[in-house]
């Protein structure tokens, strides 16, 4: 049975790919924080219904509590580490910066030294479609210049990208970064728009429409992301002998066992159409309020999955109108609306 540490365990995307994993053999070993940016009772319940299977052990630890990390890692050997845990949030970084580069730059370096000593089989990391920043060509790929971040979260994301480069190439560790493009879901984040949208259609307050809705996203349902990066744990990246041996799509590092990794639908929503899709789900209007772009934020984000495909034989796959039937059950269940 393999062994794989994740951290963020207890986070929307940790506790889907945790179930996941737990669901297909491996043992899991869940790293989280619980910390309170959002209603911490939603972490504890999410880690309860895993700690139901046998095979997963969790632990509450600060991604900077480098000595408390390292011990739980030699003591459970994980053979594989997914690396999910962050300060998440465009927004939250212009009020409390200090928290990304807590999390996001010394947690991750904590991370890869983890890594490094362990010397395992496979490094899998968050990155983030934030890292695109200004860029105006579509769909975004891999191969794409990310030299413009429009807020400190997507700069500590795409300095966690370099930073995991130079350890891949220092020591050989293969790694594969993931870049996630607006995932929603059953237990899902409150803060996020799709959960925020929800909960003020169904209680018939106003809901706040950035850029008069002038916007476009490539809204990724969790379980098709988390699907990605289990087929992703399977394909370790190695250096190349030379450039020709690999796809003309592939991010590969000539320089490391090193590979970056569009997981999205591969479709643009334009975000009204996502609003009338909750709406349906809701079987109620709801009351817009028309507000000018937001700071930090970017007019559109799509995905190229190309390379997703190529590695992995797999697409996500789940529309805009199904996935959010299934978020609105969830959310009407769990809060008993």
């Known amino acids: 049975m393999r062994t794989v540490l994740v951290t963020g365990s207890a986070g929307f995307i940790g506790y889907h790919l945790s179930r996941l994993l737990l669901d297909e053999g491996f043992a899991v070993v869940g790293y989280d924080g619980m ?21 997963f052990r969790a632990e509450i630890g600060m991604l900077e509590d480098f000595e408390q990390l390292r ?16 300060q998440a949030g465009v927004r939250y970084s212009f009020e409390n910066p200090r928290a990304y580069v807590d999390a996001n730059l010394v947690g991750s370096f904590n991370v890869l030294e983890v890594a490094r000593e362990l010397g395992v089989g496979h490094l899998l990391m ?20 990310c030299d413009t971040p429009l807020s400190l979260y997507a700069a500590s994301k795409k300095a966690n990208e370099a930073m995991a480069h130079s350890y891949a190439h220092l020591w050989g560790l293969p790694t594969t970064m ?9 237990w899902g984040r409150p803060d996020m728009a799709f959960f925020k949208f929800t909960k003020e259609v169904l209680e018939d307050t106003p809901i706040d429409v950035y850029n008069d809705g002038d916007m476009y996203r490539d809204f990724t349902f969790v379980t098709d992301l988390v699907r990605g990066i289990r ?22 590092s000539p320089a490391a066992p090193y590979r970056v990794v569009n997981i999205g639908n591969g479709e643009k929503v334009r975000l009204l159409d996502f609003i009338e899709a909750i709406e349906r789900a809701c079987g109620r209007k709801a009351v817009r309020n028309y507000l000018p772009m937001q700071k930090g934020d970017v007019q559109a984000t799509w ?15 789940t529309r805009v109108p199904e996935g959010i039937e299934q978020f609105v059950a969830w959310y009407r269940e769990y809060y008993g609306v």
């Open 231 to 252: 087929l992703l744990l399977d394909t370790p990246p190695s250096l190349p002998e030379g450039r020709g041996e690999t796809s003309p799509h592939d991010s590969i």
């Open 35 to 55: 910390t309170d940016y959002y209603d911490v009772r939603l972490k504890e319940q999410r880690h309860q219904r895993l700690l139901q299977h046998q095979h």
């Open 178 to 186: 993931f870049r996630f493009f607006t995932v929603y879901g059953p």
């Open 71 to 86: 011990e739980l890692a030699l003591d459970t050997r994980p053979e594989i580490i997914v690396h999910l845990a962050a």
């Open 126 to 145: 968050a990155s983030t479609s934030s890292v695109y920043g200004a860029n105006e060509a579509m769909p975004f790929t891999e191969l794409d210049k």
């Open 303 to 317: 995905a190229d999955t190309t390379l997703l495909r190529e590695l992995t034989g797999y697409a996500p796959q």
